[in-house]
């Protein structure tokens, strides 16, 4: 009872991570895309504003994924940390430049300097989600079992690379409903419709990927397959992709604020449908919640620990999310992000 507990626990951290980091990520995915210096400046301001209160909280999730894997199934840790080790590793690696870009441009004087460091922070942006997707691609498919090598054929097959492109689709989709409520609560009206079409083929962008998903994962990752068309998993699946459809809807009426929600569900519900998929097994299909979970003590105390951390450090989360989103933090000045125009700027 305890091990399938922590089991979903992690799952919905992981949902959490996907919805909270990968609006970063999206964030940086459309950087990348926002051109040249100047056709660019005017979307890079609103990134750079929109972000800097409380990207750095996404990181929480990513943690909380990493203590809960090597303290609840530390045998499926190990199992994907060797099979996986190089897609885990460049993933991380992005983390840390994409973290760095982002800082180091902002206070960069020197034109050629922050283009630098804004392509280092727009590529990770890039690399990261699409590595992290490549990994779920693998234990999906069910290549990765205790003592599998760590061979490229485990994360670079044809699941795998479909869940890294669905993946950096799904960010783009976030960071650009996200970023259309940011362009209205920074008074940026232009950019409202720039984000909005960006949003739309980023959503149909995630439709492509998961039409062509269908019978790539029925025949390489035949048992999540099955359990996303039936049960609990096909309910998960309808619902994200009603979520989906409504996020448009809502997009097109100009419900901003609402938008926000229901691409936030969307995400999360495709998440929780691979989880109710890949039940009762952490790695398809050789090794299950039971055979994998530590000692009973260990996941007592894990509970524990979880339940004091989410009535601890989540109300804190939500209202940091909650203040930022209702525009209550204190904003940025163009000085702060460096927007503005700075001496060097043209060198």
């Known amino acids: 009872m305890m091990a399938d507990v922590i089991a979903w626990v992690l799952v919905v951290v992981i949902a959490a991570y996907a919805c909270g980091g990968g609006t970063d990520y999206g964030a940086g995915f459309w950087d990348l895309l926002a051109g ?8 890079r301001w609103l990134i750079d504003h ?4 409380v990207w750095e909280v996404n990181n929480v999730w990513l943690i909380f994924v990493l203590v ?16 996986l080790w190089l897609p885990l590793v460049l993933a991380a690696v992005g983390t840390v430049l994409r973290g760095a870009g982002f800082a180091l441009r902002k206070p960069s004087r020197r034109l050629a300097r922050r283009r630098v460091y804004g392509a280092m922070f727009a590529i990770a942006s890039l690399i990261t989600p699409y590595f992290l997707g490549s990994v779920l691609g693998g234990i999906a498919s069910g290549r990765v079992a205790v003592g599998t090598p760590p061979t490229a054929h485990v994360w670079a097959n044809a ?3 479909l869940a890294g492109l669905l993946a950096i689709a799904a960010t783009a989709f976030l960071g650009a409903v996200f970023l259309v409520a940011d362009a209205r609560r920074f008074g940026a009206d232009d950019l409202v419709g720039y984000f909005r079409l960006r949003a739309l083929l980023a959503f149909g962008a995630v439709v492509v990927l998961a039409v062509i998903a269908l019978p790539v994962t029925h025949h390489d990752a035949s048992y ?3 359990g996303m068309t039936r049960g609990l998993g096909l309910l998960m699946v309808i619902l994200a992709a009603c979520s989906g459809v409504l996020t448009v809807v809502l997009l097109l009426r100009r419900a901003h ?3 926000r929600y229901t691409s936030v569900a969307t995400v999360a519900l495709a998440v929780l449908a691979w989880g109710f ?3 009762p097994y952490l790695l398809p299909t050789t090794l299950t919640v039971a055979d994998g979970a530590g000692a009973a003590h260990t996941l007592r105390w894990l509970g524990i620990v979880t339940i004091i951390a989410v009535v601890v450090v989540g109300p804190g989360l939500v209202l940091v999310y909650r203040l930022d989103t209702q525009g209550e933090l204190e904003p940025l000045t163009d000085t ?7 001496p060097g700027d043209n060198v």
């Open 159 to 161: 699941t795998s690379i």
């Open 68 to 83: 809960v894997m090597w303290t609840g199934f530390p045998t499926m840790f190990q199992a994907v940390f060797t099979a």
């Open 277 to 279: 998929a890949q039940r």
């Open 224 to 226: 999540v397959w099955h």
């Open 36 to 43: 040249g210096a100047d056709r660019g400046k005017r979307p």
């Open 50 to 53: 929109a972000m800097a209160p």
């Open 336 to 342: 702060d992000t460096r927007a503005a125009g700075l």
């Open 257 to 259: 604020g609402w938008s």
